[in-house]
């Protein structure tokens, strides 16, 4: 993206309505020109921002801080790597919803999960309600229960 693109972007998105604030625009400036204009990036980071996770001023640090933690685990490769920064504002988010301890969060993970094994055409609504007729319909052995996934069981109703 175009830099002022990618500023308007992440402004509208995280809902900062006073996008001709500068301090706001300058740390908008700082997360887009860190994440390398890079539209899936962007809106990783909006998601994080948006939902209250961090301000805009603090994403930077959390988004280094990330990419260190990553980069001791991997063998080092180009620092503006695409992958890299995509993969650094992924993981920021998961860490974030690996901390909430909710029911919904760990739903959360089991879709990303899930989702990393889909080609992104092939995730439709359609594909999780046939799994859970299916479910409903024929009494499912021991060895499904133990190999489904939670979020198509509701346990409740399987006692």
Known sequence: MEPDEAVTLILKTTGLSDQLDKSIRKSAER????????????????????QGHC????????????????????????????????????????????????????????LLQIFSYLHHDGISEEIFYRAWKTLRSDPPSEWTLSHQSDILLDKSSQK
């Open 31 to 50: 997360v887009v020109t860190t994440l390398g204009y890079l539209a899936l990036a962007i809106v990783q980071a909006e998601a994080v921002i948006r």
């Open 55 to 110: 301000r805009m001023e603090e994403h930077c640090t959390i988004y280094y801080q990330r990419r260190r933690e990553l980069l001791s685990q991997k063998a080092v490769q180009d620092g503006e790597d695409y992958r890299y920064t995509v993969y650094t504002t992924w993981e920021v988010s998961l860490k974030i919803i690996e901390e909430i301890s909710s029911e919904a969060g760990q739903d959360a993970i089991e």
